[in-house]
């Protein structure tokens, strides 16, 4: 008579251990890295609007923004129709919504101790009013050279910004001492 080849409850158990086991230390490793990977893009995402707003006004020749909506957790591209921020012929090309990235991305310093600059600014945003402007040959226009800081639940923390008057655009992400 043949025996039955199955698995004996013994088995079955060991290898139900071993995956409960490795679940275990996987999950939370999982979870760390799509929060962060989710901050990642969005900090990705804010360097490409403020070099969208460098390009956008060199090929219109007139001033675009980048204008950080802190308090609602946005920030939108803006076109100068006119050559004046705020009037009604502005045209708003993009906005962007942190918390569609999920995981707590949004506007802070995270783990960060120490600024890029000289500060954090308020609400984590340094640039004057809360703005970044590029004239329409891609240098800085107007206001401060500055940093936007960005976090998620991890404590994570990216600086996006102006390197220098030429308009430079910068990211850097803070690895526990210093930013790179």
């Known amino acids: 008579m043949k025996k039955n080849p ?22 939370p490793n999982f979870i760390a890295w799509r929060d ?28 675009w923004s980048v204008s950080f909506d802190t308090g609602n957790g946005r920030y939108s591209l803006i076109d100068w129709v006119n050559g004046t921020f705020g009037d009604a012929d502005d045209i708003t090309v993009e906005t ?10 949004g506007y802070g310093h995270g783990a960060a101790t120490k600024a890029v600059g000289s500060s954090f600014g308020t609400n984590n945003v340094t640039f004057s009013g809360n703005k970044v402007s590029f004239d329409g ?16 639940d991890q404590q994570t923390a990216y600086a996006i910004g102006l390197r220098s008057n030429a308009g430079s655009v910068v990211m850097k992400k803070w690895g526990g001492t210093d930013w790179y």
């Open 6 to 27: 199955g698995f004996t409850l013994v088995e079955v158990l060991v290898v139900v251990s071993i995956i409960t086991v490795l679940m275990t230390i996987s999950i």
């Open 96 to 105: 962007f919504d942190l918390s569609a990235y999920g995981s707590g991305v």
């Open 36 to 63: 962060n990977t989710r901050l990642k893009r969005a900090a990705g995402d804010m360097y490409n609007a403020m070099q969208r707003a460098k390009m956008g006004a060199i090929k219109e020749n007139r001033n």
């Open 137 to 152: 040959r891609g240098m800085r226009s107007g206001g401060s050279l500055g940093y936007v800081y960005l976090s998620n």
